[in-house]
């Protein structure tokens, strides 16, 4: 029943009216601000030339378990009852006008590899491992970075266009090139800008390259060609780090499709929709889940 709830939001969300962000037919309540979505307090607003409804549901929880850089450290996303929600399926994409929700995973300037536990219960967040032991990157990240919730890179679907890669069974990645420096959790609005197909060990690891509403530059940012004006060359960078993190782990660089660029504005959005779509298809079982959770 829950799956099918949220393939119903999905076709509620193509239908919201133009003039707002307003989601339709989800679970959370709506309030009215200016700037970043976080489940447990409201940041404050500012003035910025592009505004829109955000949601905000104070009654939904972030709940950390265990210590940060253990095994055991989860954080869970829950309501006052204590059920928990999945950050992977429960938070809606769509927000109208082009705008969608990040979770943040992994706050811009540190190296804790955290990430959706997509086989456990309620997705929560934890740090990667690897043999047993946490994973860290090299050095730090220098950007936001986490997961476009409701989306899924099928892996038994090749993509043409991307040197025949199947998906990497993961939810699709989000690089938040703002200023601020968010935390684990965090949700956030943001608008997309381009997208990057990295090849990782053969399999396709799309990076979209968005912005939070709140930032301050977030109203000069439209599309590829204004990222490069206003952020000079943060796109390259983008694509040298996540070619090269492996490398001192004495791993290959990893390769990149379409080119070895960054497609624009358009292109993300497709992307969003497809791997939008194959979620839906998840969540529905038809495809199989296999060691996913659908909770």
Not at 257 to 271: E, M, R
């Amino acid at each position: 029943m829950a799956a099918a709830a949220r393939v119903i939001a999905i076709a509620g969300n193509s239908t919201a009216a133009a003039s707002s962000c307003l989601l339709i037919k989800t679970p959370f309540a709506l309030q009215r601000c200016s700037n970043g979505l976080r489940f447990n307090n409201v940041r404050r607003s500012s003035k910025r030339l592009f505004s829109c409804n955000a949601i905000y549901n104070p009654q939904v929880q972030i709940k950390q378990e265990g210590q940060p850089e253990t095994l055991d450290y989860r954080v869970f996303f829950e309501d006052t009852s204590g059920k928990k929600i999945s950050p992977w399926h429960d938070v809606p994409l769509h927000l109208g006008d082009g705008v969608f929700s990040f979770i943040v995973e992994i706050p811009k300037e540190s190296s804790a590899k955290m990430e959706v536990a997509t086989d456990e219960l309620y997705t929560p967040i934890k740090q990667d491992t690897k043999k047993g032991k946490l994973r860290y990157y090299p050095y730090n990240i220098n950007w936001n970075y986490g997961l476009l919730p409701q989306t899924w890179e099928d892996p038994s679907l090749a993509n043409s266009e991307v040197e025949g890669a199947f998906g990497d069974n993961d939810p699709v990645d989000v690089v938040e090139i703002g200023e601020s420096r968010r935390k684990i959790g965090d949700i956030l609005k943001v608008k997309p800008l381009a997208a990057l197909a990295m090849i990782d060990e053969g399999e396709l690891d799309w990076k979209i390259v968005a912005i939070s509403l709140d930032d301050p530059r977030a109203y000069l940012v439209n599309d590829i060609d204004d990222v490069e004006k206003h952020f000079p060359g943060t796109l390259t960078a983008v694509r040298d780090w996540f070619r090269d993190y492996k490398i001192p782990d004495g791993k290959p660089a990893n390769k990149f499709g379409l080119g070895n660029k960054a497609a624009n504005k358009d292109y993300a959005l497709k992307v969003i929709t497809e791997t939008n779509e194959s979620w839906a298809k998840l969540v529905k079982r038809s495809i199989p889940a296999r060691e996913l959770s659908l909770v």
